[in-house]
């Protein structure tokens, strides 16, 4: 797992004092490592491995601190003495700490099914994970299973169990070394389709709402805009008479003015 200390031995209780202890690293053989004639053993100054790497000067063994999924692949021994020229390989997968799953419920099966859906559907689900299965279990019977090798964006597996259940049941997510282990809820993650709202789910509730805030707003721009309009025509009307000389206002023509356009009292009292 990463964040472990992993150390690779050569299969010897001790090397000869004049061995040259190699250690190569990837495709390219990159050296990481080396020692000769038990002297202090040097590094690769590459920034995969800086201060990750340590040698020991009596069995060539190589342990590698704090290690990283970057640090995953093929690892090359090779051992120089005055017998001959040895080789030997170790294969270093790395996996990431597992998160515990994600259980949630699946609203779009209880809207499309109307009120009278018997069943509760949930999602168990996680995320950036690569070489995990998923894994749906009733007890300790395995009921269903997904995996994945490479990263995926999201890992899901559905599950239908009745409202009532009260068979144990949970989602364990698993890799070769460990496993994480969530437990279905079914009384608190599970509540039968009484209520149109909650049928809907939370999500579409939410989009209902907007949309009807916003068609309101629409609305109310709407008639704001033709008052708007309306108050402004009649003003300038009122402000033209009043203005011009060769106009007479008299009192029934505002009293005209007034009954077709009774929502601009203010400004009529305003220029007159």
């Not at 990481?32 to 100054?45: G, L, R, S, V």
């Not at 700490?97 to 949930?122: E, W």
């Not at 299965?133 to 009745?162: A, F, H, Q, R, T």
Request: with cysteine.
């Amino acid at each position: 797992m990463e964040e472990d200390s992993v150390t690779l031995h050569i299969g010897v209780s001790a090397i000869k004092r004049d061995d040259q202890i190699l250690w190569r690293f990837g495709p390219e053989n990159s050296r990481i490592a080396e020692i000769y004639k038990q002297n202090i053993p040097t590094y690769d100054i590459n920034e995969r491995f800086k201060d990750r790497l340590e040698m020991n000067n009596q069995t060539g063994s190589l342990t590698i601190k704090n290690i990283k999924i970057i640090h995953s692949g093929l690892y090359k021994l090779t051992i120089i003495s005055n017998g001959g020229t040895s080789d030997k390989c170790f294969r270093v997968t790395v996996y990431a700490h597992l998160p515990v799953p994600n259980i949630t419920r699946d609203f779009s099966q209880c809207s499309s099914s109307g009120l009278s859906v018997s069943k509760c559907s949930v999602l168990c689900s996680v995320v950036n994970m690569r070489d995990v299965s998923l894994s749906w279990y009733k007890g300790n019977s395995l009921l269903s299973s997904i995996s994945v090798s490479d990263l995926s964006i999201s890992l899901s597996l559905p599950l239908e169990v009745e409202y009532q259940d009260k068979n144990t049941y949970s989602c364990v997510i698993n890799n070769p070394i460990r496993n994480q282990t969530k437990h279905l809820d079914i009384s608190e993650l599970c509540q039968p389709c009484t209520d149109p709202t909650y049928c809907c789910g939370s999500a579409e509730a939410v989009i209902r709402l907007v949309i009807s805030v916003v068609v309101g707003m629409a609305t109310v721009a709407v008639l704001v805009d033709h008052f708007r309009s309306v108050s402004d025509d009649f003003t300038s009307r009122i402000f033209y008479r009043v203005q011009n000389p060769r106009c007479h206002v008299s009192e029934q023509d505002v009293q005209d003015l007034w009954q077709e356009n009774k929502p601009t009292t203010l400004k009529i009292q305003q220029y007159i």
